[in-house]
């Protein structure tokens, strides 16, 4: 059975930084692509970044390149999402995911296990 628990988040001001991690159980982890998505009050569930299984691949919305970075460490079975120049708009409860094989990595309906999310708040 596979669990995500969330760590890292908190209130920053804009042009800050937070590091955000998700300590996954299971034996799948290593073998399985992630991503992080991230819900703002109001609105939809949206993509922010996907990994693959090795690290070697990843992708992030438009909204964040340049900015966010994500990566993973499958001794740790750990995957995070760096964050830096913050902005209000970023504010959300994000979520890490595992991907199920062969699904889309955009869409949460790629995604099974989810885990419970943490906030992250920018002032401005």
């Known amino acids: 059975q596979v669990q995500l628990v969330e760590s890292g988040g908190g209130l920053v001001q804009a042009g800050g930084s937070l590091r955000l991690s998700c300590a996954a159980s299971?034996?799948?982890?290593?073998?399985?692509?992630m991503g992080w998505f991230r819900r703002a009050p109001g609105k939809e569930r949206e993509f922010v970044a996907t990994i693959n299984w090795s690290g070697g691949s990843t992708d992030y919305a438009e909204s964040v390149k340049g900015r966010f970075t994500i990566s993973r460490d499958n001794a740790k079975n750990t995957v995070y999402l760096q964050m830096n120049s913050l902005k209000p708009e970023d504010t959300a409860v994000y979520y890490c995911?595992?991907?199920?094989?062969?699904?889309?990595?955009?869409?949460?309906?790629?995604?099974?296990?989810w885990g419970q999310g943490t906030q992250v708040t920018v002032s401005s």
């Open positions: 995911a595992q991907r199920q094989s062969s699904a889309t990595a955009y869409s949460p309906s790629g995604y099974p296990y």
């Open positions: 299971g034996r799948t982890f290593s073998s399985s692509a």
